[in-house]
């Protein structure tokens, strides 16, 4: 079978570099199968795919690669075997510099509007914890697979900060509002199999190759219609939600930074990192 990896900075350089200081292409892997057209985008940045800023350059980066290359599909998976993403990385909130926050929430903002409204048909294979800002990720593709054994779900009441309206109209729109409110004011992480029950996941396999089958089944199923129309239906079905954030976010950034540095979520920040250190 003929793959081609691509190193997207070949192509992506300019944009790569006026997005981010991070070592070009460092964080994850594009690669395309040029008999399908599929190509899957595999996070790798060790241990946990925290989405630091360089993080979500080249998230953009591989996502305005699959628009412009016209790719018959975008499949997103990890390298890790125990983690999908552990979301936001929580050093870029914790005692954050005010002028890299704002940019750092603009950049996640971007890098989700890229990805939601794409018009690339986009599957996630969920092959590890996928917490917060990894959930949204997933939240943001059309089809999502997990591999059984591991939690998802969005988990900022536990953290401390406010679960933003970007990440919640991601969860209602997949698992309604009822779902989604007890879900998300109390922090909960569903293990595969209730993520499967509530409609979070559309399937739970054994195992990432099983899942990977099972998203390119998924992107198969467009082979016969077209691109164009298909791409244009997906917009409009996700317009609602886009406008009204697209209306509001630089008011929706300035409060987040507010809320992230004030004394209180500052605190809650720093006790959670505090236990993750000492869990071991
Ligand atoms: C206006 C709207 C615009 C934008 C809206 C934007 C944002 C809204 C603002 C805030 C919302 C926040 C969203 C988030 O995503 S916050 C992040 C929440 N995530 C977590 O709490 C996950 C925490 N991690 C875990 O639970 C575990 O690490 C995990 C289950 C993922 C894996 O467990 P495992 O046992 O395999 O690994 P660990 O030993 O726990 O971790 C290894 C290593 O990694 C560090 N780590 C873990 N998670 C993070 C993270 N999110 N960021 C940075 N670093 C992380 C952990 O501390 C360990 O480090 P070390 O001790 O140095 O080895």
Known sequence: MAFRTKNLFEKTTKLVRSYSSDKIYTHMSLTLNEQTGIATLELAKPPVNSMSFGFL???????????????????????????????????????PDSDRILNYLRRLQDVWFQLYDCSTPTAAVINGHSIAGGCLLALSCEYRVMVNSFKIGMN?????????????ACMQSVIGQWEAEKALLVGRLFTSEEALGVGLVDEVVG????GVCK????????????????????RYLRQEVVRDLVRRREE?????????????VQ??????????????
């Open 57 to 95: 350059s080249q998230l953009a980066a591989a996502v305005q690669q699959s628009e412009a290359d016209k790719y018959k599909g975008l499949i997103i998976t990890s390298r890790s075997s125990g983690v999908f993403s552990a979301g936001l990385d929580l050093k870029e909130l914790h005692h």
């Open 156 to 168: 900022e009441a536990l953290v401390g900060v406010p679960v933003s309206p970007m990440f919640i």
């Open 207 to 210: 195992g990432k190759s099983e």
């Open 215 to 234: 998203a390119e089944g998924y992107l198969a199923g467009f082979r016969e219609v077209s691109a164009r129309a298909r791409g244009l239906s997906k």
């Open 252 to 264: 929706d950034v300035k409060k987040l930074v507010e809320i992230i540095s004030s004394r209180g």
């Open 267 to 280: 605190d809650s920040l720093g006790e959670h990192l505090e236990r993750m250190k000492n869990k071991k």
